[in-house]
């Protein structure tokens, strides 16, 4: 077939990747942990050795280019990992790109494939760092703020720990290439439970992140009647449980929402709390959705009747970014040709860095299933079978596009 991979030496690399920072049956590979960047030199080792130009910049990012001229594709996904996770999450996107490119190298096919290696898609410093500073998006004053969600430690100490301050950032513009692919597990239990093989993306789902604060009057629970009372939590627990149903009313299919954090201040029993914040994250493809449910939020806040100043405060936000129709078409075109009716067009519920690349030129994105729907932990799994598969359609659907 016109872009044959090397099934064996594709799992093998897998695996061997893997190996870097395993923990049980996952990873545990943080950015610019010792795990990543050891994991980061051998990707470079591995390209290098397939004839690619690579070099890893100041913010961590690998790109390797073919010094062949003619159509280019850029490929790859990340290779670092949520904190004792699983082993194919963006993992699985950098060895496609790997092993498609020196494939596509050792067939002598025209154009030529770049592989890439984003940082901190899992956002330990900053949401989608590598691929963002990649664009130009990515602000110096950020790189100055970032610190470690988990440790603490600053963004710059780091860079400058991995031996990575003061190396220059790549900037990769829109007419570079013909367009950007990534393969992914979907992290979700789409495919696995309808028996499909692939799915292509059709778009990715936006992201909005907001912290609601509740602030009260710190007093004595036993003495202080419920009618005297400044209660931040039950402010919150009352305005928490309006917003559930709110939001379930202006869903969508396949809308999503989330608090992921409660904390109340200062925490005991018998003092009545004077502060309480709660950090909830809404997601959806279709950006009217997200900003239905944003305007009610802010209703809900505006009129919240608990005896306490409550403020709402947005700490992220992504768009739904639409996967390119050309592109799609060529994975769907592969995906035909492999499985006839075994694979799907489907929006990602999770964020990927394909959603910052569309930004700045065609991007698409690729499938394969998760057993049991399983992901950001370390039983994530597929089935051997179905990681090939992957490869040789976006390996096929690679050869297309560079065909023109």
Not at 42 to 54: D, F, S
Not at 160 to 185: K, Q, T, W
């Amino acid at each position: 077939m016109p872009g044959s991979i090397n099934p064996d030496r594709l799992l093998s690399d897998m695996r061997r990747l893997a190996s870097f920072g395993a923990y049980s049956s996952g990873v545990h590979r943080p950015t610019f942990s010792a795990p990543d960047m050891a994991a980061r030199h051998w990707l470079v080792e591995q390209m290098r050795e397939a004839g690619l130009a690579a070099e890893m910049d100041g913010i961590g990012n690998i790109i390797a280019r073919n010094p062949r001229q003619g159509r280019r594709l850029l490929m790859g996904s990340h290779s670092d990992s949520q904190n004792h996770a699983g082993w194919l999450d963006g993992a699985l996107g950098v060895i496609y790109a790997l092993e498609i490119a020196r494939s596509h190298i050792e067939r002598g096919h025209a154009g030529a494939i770049d592989p890439v290696v984003w940082a901190d898609e899992e956002a330990h410093y900053a949401s989608f760092l590598g691929s963002r500073s990649a664009i130009g998006a990515l602000e110096e004053n950020e790189i100055e703020a970032a610190r470690d969600a988990t440790t603490g430690l600053a963004l710059r100490q780091a860079l400058a720990d991995a031996g990575l301050a003061g190396m220059p950032r790549m900037h990769i513009s829109a007419g570079d290439y013909v367009g950007y692919i990534e393969a992914h597990i979907e992290q979700g239990d789409h495919l696995d439970s309808a028996g499909l093989r692939i799915g292509v993306v059709t778009s990715i789902v936006g992201i909005y992140q907001y912290r609601i604060t509740v602030s009260g009057a710190r007093n004595h629970a036993g003495t202080t009647s419920m009618e005297r009372r400044r209660d931040a939590s039950r402010t919150l627990i009352r305005l928490a449980a309006q917003i559930d149903a709110r939001i379930a009313e202006l869903a969508a299919e396949r809308t999503v929402w989330t608090v992921g954090n409660i904390t109340v201040e200062p925490g005991q029993v018998s003092i009545i709390p004077d502060r309480s914040d709660m950090l909830l994250q809404v997601r959806d493809a279709d950006p009217q959705v997200l900003v239905r449910i944003d305007a009610a939020l802010r209703e809900l806040v505006d009129r919240c009747d608990g005896g306490c100043p409550v403020t709402l405060g947005m700490t992220a936000r992504s768009e739904p970014h639409r996967m390119d129709e050309g592109m799609r078409e060529a994975l769907r075109t592969s995906a035909e040709q492999h499985v006839p009716g075994d694979w799907v067009d489907m929006p990602s519920g999770a964020g990927h860095d394909a959603q910052i690349l569309a930004g700045v030129m065609p991007a698409a994105m690729l499938f394969v299933p998760s057993i049991g729907g399983i992901s950001h932990h370390w039983t994530e799994n597929t089935k051997d079978e179905d990681i090939v598969l992957g490869c040789q359609v976006m390996a096929d659907a690679a050869y297309r596009l560079l065909a023109g």
